[in-house]
């Protein structure tokens, strides 16, 4: 208990260091964007707007807003000379009903980028260290190397799997905390729920635990087994959710933060000032019951997985059991190539560095989008 304390202290006081600096929204779609490859630097040096691609490039939801999430923003629209602090409080109080806990213990933001940024701030001002798996969702060890942390980095393991044996090993002194993306992006594969639990508690111990959920709702509901109850029983533990995925909000930014209540605190007092928006809280408010669209995204998404899933066999490219939106799989051509040609061809993919090879993340988008990709990936490929 009385090291679970200090490192809240820890958190708040870095929080409190932060002082003057600001997160801008342009420095997180920096690092949201960035290259995660010398090819996609490459190509990104002569980018065009990507409106007219198929984006196979951001695990979006191509199936969302939800018909509810529309009506509810066409109803919102008389609100938007308003300030959205009472349309925010009724999504947290929702959320926070949602997750069985009190309000204070929810901290909502523009999207969990936000959440995921102003936490890897924090460790950056401290100096201290973050430890991930790798390769995975980089935004918050990113910020904290911004802000000039060390990030320490674990390979998966063969079948693409946090290596929890490794990472356990590989706690500093100065580990200040330890990011686990679970289901993770890019490689969209899922740890054990029950061992990722006795792992978190063991590690919390050790430092603070944070576990990005953003693709938890792409399981069936039956495995959607979230880590935020290890937050309520005490533990050193950060969740952050997102309506960006199952959902399909990405483009107004709503995420959330299930925390210790003076983590949440920091959180807030460090926040851009009322950065959640009318349209964006009553779209959230109208998805968060809404079982019915997300079942119909998880069985869309599903369906074109699958498809895709069975082209990287047919192909014998090695890729991990993915159950989310996102397939990583080995590059079989020249990367920046790949980019270029796919693009001519109308589709936007990315490329990952990973043990000094070239790696396709592809997006699931729909059955049919997904069609026309692999007829145009194996021309580009063959
Ligand atoms: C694992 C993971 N976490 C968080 C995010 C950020 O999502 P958002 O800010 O839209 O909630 C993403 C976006 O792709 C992601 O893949």
């Given amino acids: 208990m009385k090291s679970t304390l200090s490192r809240r202290d820890w958190f708040r006081s870095s929080l409190a260091l932060t002082g003057g600096v ?9 690092l949201m964007a960035a290259p995660t490859s010398e090819a996609e630097r490459l190509h990104m040096l002569g980018a065009k707007p990507t409106t007219r691609l198929i984006r196979l490039g951001s695990n979006e939801n191509p199936y969302g807003p939800s018909a509810k999430a529309r009506e509810a923003i066409k ?14 409080k009724q999504l947290r109080e929702l959320i926070a009903q949602k997750e069985g806990v009190s309000t204070d213990y929810i901290f909502l933001g523009a999207g969990s980028a936000e959440c995921l940024c102003l936490t890897g701030m924090a460790i950056g001002l401290q100096g201290g260290s973050v430890l991930s798996a790798f390769p995975t969702f980089r935004l918050l060890m990113e910020y904290a190397v911004k802000f000039n942390a060390r990030w320490d980095k674990i390979d998966l393991d063969p079948n693409f799997v946090h290596n929890l044996e490794a990472m356990a090993a590989a706690v500093k002194a100065d580990t200040k905390l330890m990011f686990l993306c679970n289901p993770n992006n890019p490689t969209g594969t899922v740890l054990n729920a029950d061992r990722l639990k006795s792992f978190c508690v063991e590690m ?3 430092t603070t635990v944070y576990v990005d959920e953003a693709y938890l709702e792409l399981l069936e509901p039956n495995e959607q087994i979230s880590m935020a109850s290890l937050v309520k029983e005490g533990h050193n533990v950060i969740v952050s959710r997102t309506f960006s995925k199952v959902y399909g909000l990405a483009g107004l930014r709503v995420g959330y933060v299930v925390a210790p209540p003076d983590v949440v605190k920091r959180m807030a007092n460090f926040q851009m000032g009322p950065i959640l928006n009318q349209a964006a809280m009553a779209a959230a408010k109208a998805s968060l019951g809404d079982s019915e669209f997300a079942a119909y995204t998880r069985m869309k998404n599903g369906e074109a997985l699958k498809f895709f899933l069975s082209y990287l066999d047919s192909k014998k490219w090695m890729h991990g059991n993915s159950r989310t939106n996102c397939v990583l799989f080995p590059a079989p051509k020249d990367g920046k190539m790949i980019l270029a040609e796919t693009e001519k061809k109308g589709f936007q993919i990315r490329i990952w560095e990973y043990q000094g090879k070239e790696w396709c993340r592809v997006s699931i988008g729909t059955l049919d989008e997904m069609k026309l990709f692999v007829k145009a990936f194996d021309e580009v490929v063959s």
Avoid at 80 to 88: G, I, T
């Fill in 204 to 206: 919390a111990k050790k």
């Fill in 22 to 30: 600001m997160l801008t929204t342009s420095m997180v779609d920096e």
């Fill in 75 to 88: 109803s919102a629209l008389g609100e938007c000379n308003r300030y959205a602090d009472d349309e925010s």
